[in-house]
């Protein structure tokens, strides 16, 4: 007899992404730079987009195949 299993996959997450590859992410930081870290003589803030909408909690964001991530600091 032939049986089909299915396997059940946690999504990844944008912040699992970043641990596995070893950068330092999180809502306001990545890598060596936070929010109120100068930029171009200013505070500086980290802006994430997902799809062209800002996303508050990108860390757990669950990455799709297609999703348009764009990640700023400044």
Request: charge should be negative.
């Given at each position: 007899?032939?049986?089909?299993?299915?396997?059940?996959?946690?999504?990844?997450?944008?912040g699992r992404?970043?641990?596995?590859?070893?950068?330092?992410?999180?809502?306001?930081?990545?890598?060596?730079?936070?929010?109120?870290?100068?930029?171009?003589?200013?505070?500086?803030?980290?802006?994430?987009?997902?799809?062209?909408?800002?996303?508050?909690?990108?860390?757990?964001?669950?990455?799709?195949?297609?999703?348009?991530?764009?990640?700023?600091?400044?």
């Amino acid at each position: 007899t032939i049986s089909s299993a299915r396997f059940l996959i946690d999504p990844i997450t944008l912040g699992r992404f970043f641990d596995v590859i070893k950068v330092d992410f999180s809502n306001d930081k990545i890598m060596d730079h936070k929010n109120g870290d100068l930029c171009n003589d200013k505070p500086g803030e980290l802006k994430i987009s997902i799809n062209g909408i800002e996303n508050l909690d990108p860390r757990n964001h669950a990455i799709s195949d297609g999703d348009s991530i764009n990640i700023k600091f400044e």
